[in-house]
């Protein structure tokens, strides 16, 4: 009898995310949408992360209505959305009011899975949006952020699964956002959350240094249940593993995944073609990411500012500077906000030619504990030169905000039609308003 293992497809959400800057349009997806619904994929990756801001911002998309046409056009698929915690799809947290409502309008326009994670593993900050989507009916996947440095292990990681388990999370995701998760450790890792937790395993990587197919058949071999891969035309770089090779490689082993090689086959030539309207993404296999540890979009952001700013010189000097400042602050996972917090840092650090001259907003933030707490308490030395005398605040950060629902409502109520607009609203002010006031 062969072991059922679940496949994600990320074609809607990471896939392109990772490679196009999130800009594939709803158009284009409902070219494949039909045929994806038939396939029998555990579910479908297609909201949250940077979808929502860049439906607004770039698409002149409402990404509710994204959601909701999608609902209808794949109804026998679970669908599946990224949310950053207290975070929810920005950069900042926000008061539990605001995370209750807008977990509760995602599941009401069709969400059924919410993979959580925090930045910084502070399961403070997974805890209310684990209830809400309980609540609201949804399953809640909790995610363990997976990285490398002197602070983390497996004991860590198993310890923070545990928590989540307590919360009454669904199921558990590891989540190695740059990709560097090896076929030994993760063997290890998820041996140890499989004694630990009674609950499914997920695994979520990036083919971004190579090692991710690899990663995922030792993880499959040790009991992970569900792996995140992309169709073939949108896999591999800082994309996830492709969909059809994972398909036939456990095919051909004591698993299966069910799912059709042909219907995958024929949806890969379907989007390929759709594909010629963008930008071709650039695949290849970075190896820097195994000592910078910085996210291949993290990466690419990097370059792109530097040339806009005639300062490509500085990238390797800016590419060491960033695995120091982590450090000087407690060694964050490089993962929204935190590798952008890290990253304009690091940058700042090398242009101005003296370190932390300029502090940003965020990581003065960060150091007075309003983004949550760092993986080991940051050296007081480093702590005065951001924050001086201040005193970092160590209770859970969302309780010291007031509720904001009904203060955004009157903000914006002459543009406003519905709850979903406020908490658009809410989440890109300037944005959303455009957007509104485009659509009137």
Request: glycine share 6%; proline share 5%; with cysteine.
């Amino acid at each position: 009898m062969k072991r059922k293992i679940g496949i994600t497809e990320t074609l809607f959400r990471d896939a392109h995310q990772s490679l196009l800057a999130t800009r594939l349009k709803l158009e284009d997806m409902l070219s494949v949408a039909e045929m994806i619904d038939q396939v029998g994929y555990y579910s479908v990756e297609m909201w949250g992360g940077a979808t929502f801001d860049t439906c607004l911002r770039y698409l002149n998309e409402d990404p509710w209505e994204r959601l909701r046409v999608l609902r209808k056009r794949l109804p026998n698929t679970k669908l599946q959305m990224l949310l950053r915690g207290q975070n929810l799809l920005a950069y900042r947290q926000y008061p539990d009011d605001v995370v209750d409502t807008f977990v509760a309008k995602s599941v009401e326009n069709g969400i059924d899975i919410i993979r959580i994670f925090d930045a910084l593993n502070d399961t403070r900050n997974l805890e209310r949006a684990i209830k809400a989507a309980k609540k609201a009916g949804a399953h809640a996947q909790a995610s363990v952020v997976y990285t490398v440095s002197p602070v983390h292990d497996i004991q860590g990681y198993v310890k923070t699964a545990q928590e989540l388990a307590q919360m009454g999370a669904d199921s558990i995701c590891i989540k190695d956002m740059a990709g560097i998760l090896t076929p030994a450790v993760a063997r290890e890792l998820i041996t140890q959350l499989r004694k630990a937790v009674d609950l499914p395993i997920h695994l979520h990587s990036h083919s971004t240094c190579g090692l991710a197919s690899m990663t995922y058949w030792e993880a499959i071999q040790a009991g992970a249940d569900v792996v995140d891969t992309a169709i073939s035309a949108l896999a591999l770089g800082t994309s996830q593993p492709p969909t059809e090779s994972l398909v036939k490689a456990l095919q051909d082993a004591e698993y299966d995944t069910g799912l059709d090689l042909a219907l995958l086959a024929e949806i890969n030539s379907k989007i390929k073609a759709v594909l010629g309207g963008y930008q071709s993404p650039r695949i290849s296999v970075n190896t820097e990411v195994l000592v910078s540890q910085i996210p291949g979009g993290m990466l690419s952001n990097l370059r792109a500012q530097l040339e806009q700013q005639k300062l490509s010189h500085k990238y390797q000097e800016i590419l060491q500077e960033v695995p120091r400042v982590r450090r000087e602050l407690g060694y964050p996972p490089l993962v929204t906000p935190m590798s952008q917090i890290v990253g304009t840092q690091a940058v700042l650090n090398v242009v101005t030619g003296e370190r932390y001259k300029i502090k940003t907003k965020e990581i003065k933030d960060y150091v007075k504990g309003l983004y949550g707490r760092p993986p080991v308490p940051i050296e007081p030395e480093m702590q005065k030169k951001i924050i001086g005398d201040e005193q970092p605040i160590t209770g859970r950060p969302a309780d010291r905000l007031s509720p904001g629902m009904e203060a955004a409502r009157a903000e914006i109520k002459d543009l406003a039609a519905s709850d979903e607009d406020v908490l658009s609203y809410i989440l890109f002010p300037d944005y959303a308003r455009q957007f509104f006031m485009n659509r009137k």
